[in-house]
C-alpha cells in the first residue's frame, strides 16, 4: 500500500492479524502469491468485501492457467481507498477458484479504514523530508 508520503509492506500471511489499519485515501495494490499441486485451468480470484455485515462489492479477476510448481506471483490492479465516508471495518475474503467454480484456497481478513486528519499528513510529509534531507551527503 501506499500513499503519497511513501510505501509500506503489510504481510497477510502472518499468523492471525486482528485488524490492519489502513489510512483513508491510501492506494492499496495488492499480490497474490501462491503454488499449485497439479495444473489449473481457468484460475480465478474473487473477491468479496462486506460492511457491517453486508456484502458491498465483489471482484473476479481471471488469472488464467498454471502448470503445476510455482510459486507465481499476480499484481492486482491498484485502487484508491475511499475517503471521508466509506471510514470502517470492513472484512475481506478472497478465494481462488477454477474454471469450474471448485474452491482451491479461501483467506479472509479485516481492514479498518481510519480518518486521517489534513495536519497528519502534513507531519508525516516533514517528518519524512527531515528524515531525506539528513541522510543526504554534505557538499565535497
Given at each position: 500500500m501506499s500513499d503519497e508520503f511513501g510505501?509500506?509492506?503489510v504481510d497477510l500471511s502472518l499468523p492471525e492479524q486482528d485488524v490492519v489499519e489502513l489510512?483513508?485515501?491510501t492506494v492499496?495494490?495488492?499480490a497474490l502469491t501462491f503454488r499449485t499441486g497439479e495444473g489449473v485451468d481457468g484460475l480465478t480470484f474473487v473477491e468479496k468485501r462486506s460492511y457491517e455485515?453486508?456484502?458491498?462489492a465483489t471482484a473476479r479477476n481471471v488469472l488464467g492457467g498454471f502448470r503445476a510448481g510455482g510459486p507465481y506471483e499476480v499484481q492486482l490492479p491498484a485502487e484508491r481507498l475511499p475517503v471521508g465516508r466509506g471510514c470502517g471495518t470492513y472484512d475481506v475474503t478472497g478465494r481462488f477458484v477454477d474454471a469450474e467454480g471448485r474452491e482451491l484456497a479461501r483467506e479472509s481478513h479485516r481492514f479498518r479504514i481510519v480518518h486521517r486528519r489534513p495536519t497528519d499528513a502534513l507531519r508525516e510529509r516533514r517528518r519524512h523530508?527531515?528524515?531525506a534531507t539528513a541522510t543526504?551527503?554534505?557538499p565535497t
Open positions: 510505501r509500506v509492506t489510512p483513508e485515501g492499496v495494490g495488492v455485515g453486508r456484502t458491498i523530508h527531515r528524515s543526504r551527503p554534505g
